[in-house]
């Protein structure tokens, strides 16, 4: 035997108020929907009629009912039962004429939103198909009545509302004319709350841009963008946001459907490298979710990503070649997003190489500088090791960039697969140190000696030294990573705890030049260096390479493990005993 689904309303107006919709103050939005859509209705039959929406809220403290009457088409008796009384039948909405392409409304529940803020509603209808008026009322349990109306009725809607006893404040004057002017603003028709004028008769970004971009946003954009999207009925603005915002920042764009506002949260408007990009967009054809607060990810909304994304970036291409100095402000306020762009785009990544500045050993300077200077891009990925060896490759005559931050690479990647492998390099750091001059013979064989007696010490750090002259002289010593003994450290960490035949193979990968993962390259130029080298007692010598130790792994900016921090303890209490006269 066949049942048929029970619906509890008020079951239905919960998960509708704590699920569906975000407030209550969308049911507003819902009735001036409602009421638009019967308006385009009626025009569609008669294209000469009315267009017309009267508001009239409760007084403040006086309680009452709300009231809307459009100059809509109006529903019949038959209508009444299956559009009102009937969830979500938007099959049924369409065999009446009331075809969800060309409406706002898509899925029957729009009325039922006025049931988060009123206790009973009391509709009155007269078609423009002809037949009598009609009275619909119903309550927040699930009860509803109709009933004919005798008596000259004009055609059209008029619902009331009698409020939930601490819901009246949503109906009042000053509520419901904000409620109404944002939702409905820019509607086409006439809509007036209370006897004021709500709307207006221009899309307001058509007349000036910026300054409604600047009221939308709280701040003046950097620039107004018109874009257009004809297929599916879009015009609107981009602004790009005069200040950088975090690439993880909501993308909010405010979006009018038909005129009718959607949000001003609205995302998945705009790729997500435009994150520094805020759009205004009305359009005819996007489909909205049930609660019409978000757009329907599908693959019209993809298509629109797309071209809107393109309609930016032409922008960011006009604005190179016409203003260099706003094109360079803007890189310096967004930065992220166009490097981001300029990994898969070529024309912008030639602004990149163009205009951004890039750290190097020569000061702040783009690509395209760094390539004119030193013909080849040598770079390293990490911040911290670029800091350290940036002084030294500087005054070695090394031209060395910083590509530590994001995107940094894969920009130099792709500046590689557009100019050539010539065009850019990563640099290690044993390449700078193979730059280094050797030193004097004398110092190298008395400072090797006194390594010699520093061997335990060199060891437990697991670090090799190795004297090298090189400017600046300030520069103490320098602490590089040696990778084959880092890997080689790596292999034997993981070959204690595999079988045999794994660790042999692992033990292949690697070479046996050296054991140490870090080289201690000591600077000969250096006053402290050298009067190490002259050094004769042993344990200030061993205190001394550790100190250089530290100080080179603190310049370096790299973790330090649990034995190279009791070394810095060690060390600086070792020195400072010795500073007071703990040692004769």
């Not at 602004?239 to 459907?257: E, I």
């Not at 038909?258 to 609205?266: A, E, F, P, T």
């Not at 010699?452 to 750090?461: F, G, M, Q, T």
């Not at 260096?529 to 370096?556: F, I, K, M, N, P």
Request: charged share 25%.
């Amino acid at each position: 035997m066949a049942h048929t689904f029970g619906v509890d309303l008020r079951g239905i107006i919960d998960l509708l108020s704590h699920h569906l919709y975000s407030s209550p103050r969308v049911y507003a939005r819902e009735l001036l929907q409602n009421a638009v859509d019967a308006i385009t209705a009626r025009r569609a039959l008669h294209p000469d009629a009315p267009g017309e929406v009267v508001v009239e809220p409760i007084d403040s403290g006086t309680g009452g009912t709300l009231r809307i009457t459009d100059t809509g088409i109006g529903l019949t008796e038959r209508e009444v039962h299956d559009l009102l009384s009937t969830l979500g039948r938007t099959s049924k909405r369409d065999e009446l004429g009331f075809a969800r392409q060309g409406f706002l409304g898509q899925f029957g529940v729009g009325l039922l939103s006025a049931f988060l803020v009123a206790e009973r509603i009391r509709l009155v209808s007269r078609s423009a198909k002809g037949g009598p008026a009609v009275r619909w009322t119903a309550d927040a349990a699930g009860n509803y009545e109709v009933e004919t109306v005798d008596g000259d009725v004009a055609v059209g809607t008029t619902i009331e509302l009698v409020p939930h006893r601490d819901s009246e404040h949503w109906l009042e004057r000053d509520v419901v004319r904000a409620l109404v002017a944002e939702y409905g603003e820019l509607l086409p028709y006439r809509v007036t709350v209370a006897g004021e004028v709500v709307t207006g008769d221009a899309l307001p970004w058509l007349e000036d841009a910026l300054d409604y971009g600047a009221r939308v946003l709280g701040v003046q954009p950097f620039d107004a963008i018109p874009v257009e999207v004809p297929t599916v009925g879009l015009t609107g603005v981009a602004y790009v946001l005069p200040r950088g915002v975090h690439p993880g920042a909501r993308q909010s764009h405010r979006v009018y459907l038909k005129r009718m506002l959607v949000g001003d949260s609205i995302e998945g408007l705009l790729p997500e490298w435009a994150y520094f990009v805020r759009c205004v967009v009305d359009s005819s054809s996007l489909r909205p979710t049930a609660s019409r607060e978000a757009l329907y990810q599908d693959e019209t909304l993809l298509a629109v990503r797309e071209e809107l994304g393109r309609q930016v970036r032409d922008w960011l291409v006009r604005l190179d070649a016409t203003d260099p100095d706003r094109t360079a402000a803007l890189l310096d306020a967004h930065h992220l997003g166009i490097k981001s762009l300029a990994r898969v785009d070529d024309e912008m990544f030639r602004l990149v190489e163009r205009w951004l500045p890039f750290e190097t050993t020569d000061g702040a300077q783009s690509l395209r500088q760094f390539k004119r200077k030193h013909g080849t891009v040598s770079y390293v990925p990490d911040v911290d090791e670029f800091r350290q060896l940036a002084p030294v490759a500087h005054a070695q005559g090394m031209g060395l960039l910083n590509a530590g931050y994001a995107y940094d690479v894969e920009i130099l990647d792709r500046l590689v697969a557009l100019d050539g492998p010539a065009a850019a390099r990563r640099v290690a750091p044993t390449e700078v140190l193979a730059a280094l001059g050797d030193p004097e013979p004398d110092v190298d064989r008395a400072l090797r000696d006194r390594l010699a007696l520093a061997k335990d010490v060199l060891e437990r750090h697991d670090c090799e030294a190795v004297p090298r002259d090189f400017d600046p002289g300030s520069l103490p010593a320098l602490l590089v990573t040696n990778v084959e003994g880092e890997r080689k450290r790596d292999v034997e960490q993981v070959g204690e705890q595999a079988d045999p035949l794994w660790a042999e193979l692992l033990g292949s990968l690697v070479s046996d030049e050296s054991d140490a993962s870090q080289r201690l390259v000591l600077n000969c130029r250096n006053p402290l260096v050298r009067r190490l080298a002259g050094l004769d007692d042993s344990a200030l010598v061993e205190l001394t390479v550790e100190s250089l130790y530290v100080h080179a792994l603190l310049q370096a900016r790299r973790p330090m493990r649990p034995k190279d921090t009791a070394a810095l303890n060690r060390s600086f209490l070792e020195l400072l005993d010795r500073a007071v006269g703990g040692h004769a």
